[in-house]
């Protein structure tokens, strides 16, 4: 099946500097990606649908500002999350499709930010 | 506005029993609904993908039901194995764009003793 690769899986920062993280479809052009956050035992919370070429579309209550999306090829989305504060420590996970509604939505392995 | 339940939140049962994980959603205007699997902090794996004019999908000992017009999704797991334990998430969406989003509900968590 298509693949979704995150990286870093995990990453620790100090407080006050930013982080990238990167999403790839490995097999396949992805015109859109989304990026969710996930609290510890809770479901997955869309921050984000990130468009090539165009700018992302963030949902309600995310600050644009602070989580930086870039969707700079149809194969790579990143998100960076700037001046970071111990808050900002989560399981960020990213996801993209093949182009269809009817298709399937891969995700990628997640990558664990700490911010210290 | 979509929203997506699970039930149960937490399952617990002996290794070799059959187990039913439910899902419910509130608008029935889905394009598709999908089964995940997520391991501890780790990414999800997509385990079935129902189209809404389908009924059902098998994958192995996996088979998910839709029934749209009811709003509810059962996903039925038989013989499970100790392997099986993870948290389980369904979602709907709710769009026809590549750009259509995902409703997840809060997944239900399953443990699978030996």
């Known amino acids: 099946g298509a693949v979704v690769s995150q990286h870093p899986s995990r990453v620790i920062c100090k407080s006050g500097t930013s982080v990238k993280i990167e999403c790839r479809s490995l097999?396949?052009?992805?015109?859109?990606m989304f990026w969710y956050r996930q609290f510890p035992k809770q479901s997955l919370m869309l921050m984000a649908t990130s468009n090539e070429g165009s700018k992302a579309t963030y949902e309600q209550g995310v600050e644009k500002d602070k989580f930086l999306i870039n969707h700079a090829s149809l194969t790579l989305s990143t998100l960076t999350v700037t001046s970071a504060h111990p808050e900002d420590s989560s399981f960020y996970i990213c996801s993209a499709g093949q182009g269809s509604w009817r298709d399937t939505i891969y995700f990628g392995e997640g990558s664990w930010l700490t911010v210290v | 506005k979509q929203e997506v339940t699970q039930i149960p939140a937490a399952l617990s049962v002996p290794e070799g029993e059959n187990l039913v994980l439910n899902c419910s959603f509130t608008d029935s205007a889905i394009y598709n609904l999908q089964w995940f699997r997520q391991d501890p902090g780790k990414g999800l794996t997509s385990l079935l993908l129902i189209q809404s004019s389908q009924r059902e999908q098998t994958s192995g000992r996996l088979n998910a039901s839709l029934d749209k017009s009811s709003g509810r999704s059962t996903l039925y797991i038989a013989a499970s194995q100790p392997g099986d334990s993870a948290t389980y998430l369904c979602a709907v969406r709710t769009g026809e764009t590549s750009g259509s989003r995902l409703t997840f509900g809060e997944g239900t968590q399953l443990t699978v003793n030996p």
């Open positions: 097999d396949f052009q992805a015109t859109t």
